[in-house]
T-cell receptor, first 113, second 114 residues
Framework: DGGITQSPKYLFRKEGQNVTLSCEQN?????MYWYRQDPGQGLRLIYY???????QKGDIAEGYSVSREKKESFPLTVTSAQKNPTAFYLC????????????FGEGSWLTVV | GDSVTQMEGPVTLSEEAFLTINCTYT??????LFWYVQYPGEGLQLLLK?????DKGSNKGFEATYRKETTSFHLEKGSVQVSDSAVYFC?????????????FGGGTRVLVKP
């Protein structure tokens, strides 16, 4: 089936550790995105990539890093510099053209203790 | 900058009641507008969209009309079911937005009781 796969679904980490969230899509989409959702709040854009080997900061990029070495993959690393990393992380993709739908994965819950 | 404002929830309804969730936006030009739905513990699913003024998006009994004059995109459903309980997000995609990114409202939680 075509879609966006995020893993792991649930992740627990100790404070001070880096953690990488995986996102893979088989929709042949050019653009990929990472959003963060805090409880009871809307989504905020962390990073996006419109093409392989290129990515741009979103509204809340501090403490995060990404790579886009392959079209289908866009992993997100939550570094120890991120002050409040506990959140629900959503990966998304689209064809990259304006007006086209952005599709979301099932999300990853990260809890830092 | 671009922004989306939704009515705050939670909205609690009885089954078969009429649902309206208000959404207004601020953007330059004529953005594309979207409604997404999020069921508990899941990602977002596109519910409907409209890409130009006066367009009506519809899906699963939900409707929303792109109103340029009032910069609104209110979501409506005539008869809700318990299975419609979810969080609903209004979003816009600005013309020439960097990366065609979406700007979201804060979400409205809807609870439908039997």
């Amino acid at each position: 089936d075509g879609g966006i796969t995020q893993s792991p679904k649930y992740l627990f980490r100790k404070e001070g550790q880096n953690v990488t969230l995986s996102c893979e899509q088989n929709l042949n989409h050019d653009a990929m995105y990472w959003y963060r959702q805090d409880p009871g709040q809307g989504l905020r854009l962390i990073y996006y990539s419109q093409i392989v080997n290129d990515f741009q900061k979103g509204d809340i990029a501090e403490g995060y890093s990404v790579s886009r070495e392959k079209k289908e993959s866009f992993p997100l690393t939550v570094t120890s510099a991120q002050k409040n990393p506990t959140a629900f992380y959503l990966c998304a993709s689209s064809s990259g053209r304006g007006g086209n739908t952005i599709y979301f994965g099932e999300g990853s819950w990260l809890t830092v203790v | 900058g671009d922004s989306v404002t939704q009515m705050e929830g939670p909205v609690t309804l009885s089954e078969e009641a009429f649902l309206t969730i208000n959404c207004t936006y601020t953007a330059t030009g004529y953005p594309s507008l979207f409604w997404y739905v999020q069921y508990p513990g899941e990602g977002l699913q596109l519910l409907l969209k409209a890409t130009k003024a006066d367009d009506k998006g519809s899906n699963k009994g939900f409707e929303a009309t792109y109103r340029k004059e009032t910069t609104s995109f209110h979501l409506e459903k005539g008869s809700v079911q318990v299975s419609d309980s979810a969080v609903y997000f209004c979003a816009l995609q600005a013309v020439k937005a960097a990366g065609n990114k979406l700007t979201f409202g804060g979400g409205t939680r809807v609870l439908v009781k039997p």
